[in-house]
């Protein structure tokens, strides 16, 4: 009988998962291209000022995955957050569900402080969902360790939700799922049967492209 041989998948580093079809990580290498092939991405938004090694350019370009670079700074310092324009660049390309399966990436396994720019963008979406400050910080946190920047916080926190604009039928339906439950247990029990509806919905004063 022959010997059975085992395909290894390793994720990259730093790797987690946001929502349904949406990823972080940090740079990946030619070790974890089959784990990345599985995931069937259809974007790659990459955070950095430099470009991802070539290899994985290559993966890219093999598997046909769009690539948007979204590395540009606001001065000349790595260590500060990303423009604002950048920020709702992003978040305009995470919020449209033709994009997912999707993955934002940052240069983190070659300099650190390209994992900053991919937690400040995640921790900008998680505040567009509803998610409390506490718990924005501790996933932020979580994934920025040990380089932690109380400036990407205060960006974070001061980062005003009402200037990103969602595509009104093309958003994700895990946008609102947490503001909604939050919504629902504060108007009780018989607002808990409407918060899968309503989880399609922007809040009152979001933008949206729908027209009027």
Known sequence: ???????????????????????????????????MEK???KCVIWLAGEEPNQGFLDFID???IDFHHLGVMESNNA????????ILEALELILHNKNHPMAIMCSFGRHRTGKQTSCTVVGCLRK??????????????RFAAPKVRIHNEQF????????????NDYHPKWLYRQAAAVAASIAGPSAAQNVDASTNEAP?????????
């Open 1 to 35: 009988m022959g010997r059975m041989t085992y395909q290894h998948y390793n994720p990259p580093i730093n790797f987690g998962h946001v929502e349904e079809d949406l990823y972080r990580s940090g740079e990946p290498n030619e070790l974890n291209f089959p784990f």
């Open 39 to 41: 995931l069937g991405l």
């Open 62 to 64: 093999d598997q046909e």
């Open 79 to 86: 260590s500060d957050p990303m423009t604002e324009d950048t």
């Open 128 to 141: 567009l969902q509803g998610w409390n400050l506490a718990s924005i910080f501790e996933e932020y946190q």
């Open 156 to 167: 974070i926190e001061l980062f005003d939700t009402d200037l990103v604009t969602i595509p």
């Open 204 to 212: 009152n004063g979001q933008q949206t492209d729908r027209p009027s």
